[in-house]
């Protein structure tokens, strides 16, 4: 079954530091989403991408967050000056459309910010 | 706004049925989805109920009544594998209804 993959699985870095966390989603899909979840909390939509440009995106998607899809298979978030709050589990997602009952997600990338 | 609700835990033996709820309080959604998430492991798509009454799929059944804004993940025949977190969602109707929202999850653990 297709997969979403996510790199790197685990990213360390200081607080300030710009991260970009990297993804591939399923090929066929035409939606693309970044989800995170902080430790023992549940999972939080930051923001879904559609043709090219951002479709939807929650309060906590703010100015330091940005997507892009920088070819025709990679799809990147990147973080400008990460802060202690942003360490979490961040997943990328895919679907075949908006409206698709089944998101697929990908295993994650554990960010640390010290 | 939406808010979701879940226990935040369930424990059952193996072999048992589990019924997990999930009461809500939306102004309005798509459809009522549910996923399981492992320790450590990426949610995974379980059911999506569009429409009231029951969708079953194997060992596992979902069930929504809108008017009653209530649905429930049933777990049948369960087995030690199926220890895991499950979280209801909602797709919103604002902005592009992309987004999903999800509850804050419940922990089974299943025993032997």
């Known amino acids: 079954e297709p997969e979403v993959t996510q790199t790197p699985s685990h990213q360390v870095t200081q607080m300030g530091q710009e991260v970009i966390l990297r993804c591939v989603p399923i090929s066929n899909h035409l939606y693309f989403y970044w989800y995170r979840q902080i430790l023992g909390q549940k999972v939080e939509f930051l923001v879904s991408?559609?043709?090219?440009?951002?479709?939807?995106k929650s309060e906590i998607f703010d100015d330091q967050f940005s997507v892009e899809r920088p070819d025709g298979s990679n799809f990147t978030l990147k973080i400008r000056s990460t802060k202690l709050e942003d360490s979490a589990m961040y997943f990328c997602?895919?679907?075949?459309?908006?409206?698709?009952?089944?998101?697929?997600f990908g295993p994650g990338t554990r960010l640390t910010v010290l | 706004g939406q808010s979701l609700e879940q226990p935040s835990e369930v424990t059952a033996v193996e072999g048992a049925i589990v019924q997990i709820n999930c009461t809500y309080q939306t102004s309005g959604f798509y459809g009522l989805s549910w996923y399981q998430q492992h320790d450590g492991g990426a949610p995974t798509f379980l059911s999506y109920n569009a429409l009231d009454g029951l969708e079953e799929t194997g060992r596992f059944s979902s069930f929504l009544s809108r008017s009653d804004s209530y649905g429930y993940l049933l777990l049948q025949e369960l087995q030690m594998k199926d220890s895991a977190s499950y979280f209801c969602?909602?797709?919103?109707?604002?902005?592009?209804?992309?987004?999903?929202?999800f509850g804050k999850g419940t922990t089974l653990s299943v025993s032997s």
């Open positions: 991408f559609y043709n090219n440009e951002i479709s939807e």
């Open positions: 997602a895919s679907s075949e459309s908006g409206g698709a009952t089944k998101v697929v």
């Open positions: 969602a909602v797709r919103p109707p604002n902005q592009a209804g992309t987004a999903l929202i």
